[in-house]
């Protein structure tokens, strides 16, 4: 039986050091492997597009353009891209800013090296589910005064669809969404991914965003 490659990460710091580190917290692992470096936003896009790593992690503040835009940009290059937005806060405002952008997460820089495995390895995954308490709370700050989205898309859901958005809006996993609803986990699982296909939507983050701009679920509640 053969072993699969382990799977390509690009860094896109403006720190060398911060580069180096995360260097060290990829290579050690069997399953991963940087493919690549990046220092400002146009090496970042032009690295991606070149590289087509599986993940990538994403400083916000480089030279030239910045994070955000570089995520558009590789976003709009390669619409599978995994991007992994790197913060200095957990409520940084560029942080939101990004998930807008298109990216499936994001890491703050001081985490510990066991959460930024969880958060590539969750993301390689497709759930994206990094930190959704930190997510929610982030979209209850800067939420306010976006520009809305389509409420119309959510007439393409059915009302159980719609519960189960909703309880991942607030950040449950699909256990404790199987546990409110009285469902089994795996149906649960199902109406993730139908709400997903529906929406046009690449993951549970952005699932999550869709949720508070749409005025499905409201901040605070």
């Known amino acids: 039986m053969t072993e699969s490659a382990p799977a390509g990460v690009l860094i896109c710091d403006d720190q060398e050091l911060m ?23 146009a090496s970042a896009v ?7 790593p599986d993940v990538i992690l994403m400083d916000v503040q480089m030279p030239g353009f910045d994070g955000i835009e570089a995520t558009a940009r590789i976003g709009a290059a390669l619409p599978d891209a995994r991007i992994l937005i790197v913060t200095t806060f957990d409520l940084d405002e560029y942080a939101y800013a990004a998930l807008r952008a298109g990216a499936s997460g994001f890491l703050v820089k001081d985490a510990p090296a066991e959460q930024m495995l969880v958060a590539i390895r969750g993301v390689l ?18 939420v306010i005064g976006a520009e809305p989205v389509d409420r119309g898309r959510l007439d393409a859901l059915t009302e159980r669809e719609r519960d189960v ?10 256990a404790e969404i199987a546990s409110q609803l009285y469902l089994g986990e795996s149906t649960v699982k ?27 679920i409201r901040p605070g509640s």
């Open 46 to 52: 032009e690295k991606a597009v070149a590289l087509r």
């Open 190 to 216: 199902t109406h993730v991914g139908r709400v997903l296909a529906k929406l046009e939507l690449r993951d549970r983050v952005h699932a999550v965003v869709f949720a508070y701009e749409s005025g499905l």
């Open 125 to 142: 995954r497709g759930d994206a589910m990094v930190s959704p308490s930190v997510t929610r709370r982030l979209l209850e700050r800067f």
């Open 19 to 41: 580069r180096v580190g995360l260097r060290m917290v990829v290579d050690s692992q069997p399953d991963l492997t940087v493919v690549g470096e990046a220092g400002d936003g």
């Open 165 to 174: 958005l909703g309880l991942l809006a607030k950040g449950l996993s699909n």
